[in-house]
């Protein structure tokens, strides 16, 4: 893929970055644009003023100045020829649309996962991102963390043999978070209705719903002011998000394809859960976990399963061998033969007492999430060194990018450079898109690999809402064989002209 030349800098000039989204979410990865320093934020919005009124402050404080321009109008951003660079941190279903709209304007983009709200979305924006030629990156930053680099090379090099067996696991089945999207709700609770549907002056609602379905706003969906909590509610509605397919299957399904080399392709065949339907309301009767999908290797068919949370986010079942790996925490086992995975396999894997003549390494850290103060503890730190050894992985056939740090270059804005330091993953993820932006080379996530997973977010979702299975061609991104009758790939409408059309 050829990349768009930016806009001639200046001696000394930095790309300008402008932030859409104010939510918790996009004020931590403003903080990590902030941190990084190598582009110069000069704007941000929120269809909430409050938000976007505290991301200013952010801004401002960082700067010491009051320069930053707050908007509520995310096209005031977009139309702008002095933004460079967009950051994208709304709610699912505003993802494809603002991220198009960018790249046909000649802007960068930083956009959340997943990276679309459908799978026909998603397809538009793979093929957007080649045609703009504009450099990509998903917030997939679970790629930029060692741990995970860690087990991906070892099963990319075939160090275990052949990958059999992946579990990717998400979602518990109970309250009101499993693992599929629910029937569009206009309210948590009925009888909080008055409470969480009280006016809010300060929010553009019908922005906020944007192409979605209009409803009465709700403080569950926008929740009201700088929130410090992750909002699930509308991740968890049809008309919005694909539940926690979408939210961590994102993050785990996207390490399943990455370790079996699906970046470029996908299933052939989902396959229904076979699980009871739930019997919660709030999930519409269905079922919240235990789909499977195929995928056609060379070697025969690989065989991954969506389960639900535990300790490990990402396992691969290996010829002679098994990988397990989460945030802060991974085990390998060798020497196993080939282990079929079942209930109590995985249930016995949760503890890495597990077959433990077998054990290479292992440690069950902390999940760090957006602490960016602390490193690899000890243990870890000393598990992934016991494995670069057994395993010989700065040696290995197959290496694996890092996160790429930005050339100190004289031909690169005066004082535009970054020490090798062991980053935290989330910065280490926005460092890689920030040297990419400047250098105009592909990022460890872009449109093309960050769009696969979405599609394999969103087929997930719909064999639980149609509670069917069906085939699938990797090469055309559609049904095969006469099946997924009456199921639909795209939004069914899109109102006020929001469609997401190339």
């Not at 200013?56 to 995310?74: I, P, W």
């Not at 790629?143 to 052949?162: C, E, P, Q, Y």
């Not at 403080?219 to 992750?230: H, I, S």
């Not at 235990?290 to 300790?311: A, N, Q, R, T």
Request: net charge neutral; hydrophobic share 35%; aromatic share 10%.
């Amino acid at each position: 893929m050829k990349y768009q030349d930016h806009r001639p800098l200046k001696k000394g000039e930095k790309l300008t970055f402008a932030m859409i989204g104010m939510g918790i979410q996009g004020r931590e990865n403003l903080k990590g644009f902030l941190a990084n320093g190598k582009l110069h934020v000069i704007a941000v919005c929120d269809v909430d003023r409050e938000r976007a009124a505290a991301g200013k402050a952010l801004v401002d404080s960082q700067y010491g100045n009051d320069k930053c321009r707050a908007c509520v109008d995310f096209r005031e951003i977009l139309e702008d020829p002095s933004i460079d660079v967009v950051g994208i941190s709304t709610p699912d279903h505003w993802h494809a649309y603002i991220a198009l709209e960018a790249m046909r304007r000649g802007k960068d983009v930083f956009c959340e996962k997943p990276l679309a709200f459908s799978v026909e979305e998603a397809k538009t924006l793979i093929r957007a991102e080649r045609k703009f030629g504009r450099v990509f990156q998903v917030n997939a930053w679970q790629r930029s963390w060692d741990v995970f680099r860690t087990a991906v090379m070892i099963v990319r090099n075939g160090l275990l043999g052949k990958i059999r067996y992946v579990d990717a696991n998400y979602g518990n089945g109970n309250d009101k978070l499993g693992g599929p999207s629910h029937p569009i709700r206009f309210f948590d609770d009925p009888r909080n209705a008055k409470k969480e549907g009280a006016p809010n002056p300060n929010v553009d609602w019908d922005m906020w719903l944007g192409p979605a379905k209009v409803r009465p706003y709700s403080d569950q969906l926008a929740p009201r002011g700088v929130n410090t909590f992750y909002p699930m509610f509308w991740r968890f509605d049809d008309d919005f998000g694909t539940g926690y397919n979408g939210d961590w299957g994102a993050h785990h399904l996207d390490i399943a394809q990455w370790g079996m080399d699906m970046d470029g392709s996908g299933p052939y065949r989902l396959l229904c859960s076979q699980e009871p339907h739930s019997t919660n309301p709030f999930h519409g009767c269905r079922r919240q976990y235990g789909m499977k999908m195929l995928f056609h290797k060379s070697y025969g068919d690989i065989e991954l399963y969506h389960g639900p949370f535990g300790v490990w986010g990402t396992v691969f079942y290996c010829d002679n061998g098994i990988v397990a790996v989460n945030r802060g925490k991974i085990a390998v086992w060798r020497g196993t033969g080939l282990v079929k995975p079942n209930a109590k396999i995985r249930k016995a894997l949760q503890d890495v007492s597990f077959m433990p003549e077998c054990i290479v390494a292992e440690s069950v850290g902390r999940d760090y999430g957006f602490d960016t103060s602390i490193t690899e503890d000890q243990a870890l730190a000393k598990a992934l060194e016991t494995l670069d050894e057994q395993f010989a992985l700065p040696q290995a056939k197959l290496q694996l990018p890092r996160p790429r740090l930005l050339p100190a270059t004289a031909s690169f804005p005066e004082g535009i450079q970054e020490k090798d330091v062991n980053l935290p993953p989330t910065l280490a993820h926005i460092s890689d898109f920030v040297s990419c932006c400047y250098d105009r080379t592909p990022t460890l996530s872009p449109a093309a690999v960050g769009g696969r997973t979405s599609i394999l977010c969103g087929l997930c979702n719909l064999t639980y809402v149609h509670d069917a299975g069906f085939d699938w061609s990797p090469a055309t991104q559609n049904f095969a064989n006469g099946t997924g009758q009456g199921i639909s790939l795209k939004r069914d409408a899109y109102r006020n002209g929001w469609k997401v059309k190339l």
